[in-house]
């Protein structure tokens, strides 16, 4: 059987500025993407607060040669909706320019906030933690381990 299993991001009003971000940042490529007006359009039944056209319904993102979704809605609905730091996203490579470069660009980003500074350490030639603007964790690492 294959299957994939791709994180899903609930970004609470926030989606389109991280799709932007994203795109920006790590070279995101857009591969999907709806917003809730389309959505009526495509469903009538489909309902939503006024103002929030352009709020994303779902899309999916290429990150290097993964996938991330994102959309507004927190997936707990028995939960109120909150940033947390239980989970983030690790991008890695083999490749120690690739990664210096997204540390570089990520950390030099307005809103984004180091966590654990980049530099070598026990386990990688280079490893650090930032997390952006929309509360997401991100670890970048040089991997010596081909997975």
């Not at 490579?93 to 070598?120: A, N, T």
Request: hydrophobic share 35%; proline share 5%.
């Amino acid at each position: 059987m294959k299957y994939e299993v791709i994180p899903f991001l609930s970004m609470n009003g926030d989606a389109a500025e991280a799709i932007a971000f994203y795109e920006k940042t790590l070279g995101a490529k857009v591969l999907f993407r709806k917003n809730y007006k389309e959505m009526k359009e495509m469903s009538p039944e489909f309902t939503y607060p006024a103002g929030q056209d352009e709020y994303i319904t779902h899309s999916v993102l290429q990150v290097g040669v993964n996938k991330v979704m994102i959309a507004e809605e927190a997936m707990d609905a028995e939960r109120p909706w909150e940033s947390g730091n239980s989970i983030s996203m690790c991008i890695q490579s083999q490749d120690q320019e690739q990664i210096d470069r997204l540390y570089e660009e990520l950390s030099q980003y307005p809103g984004v906030k180091v966590l654990v500074p980049y530099e070598r350490n026990e386990f990688s030639p280079g490893y650090g933690i930032v997390r952006d603007p929309f509360g997401v964790v991100i670890q970048l690492c040089v991997t010596v381990h081909d997975f």
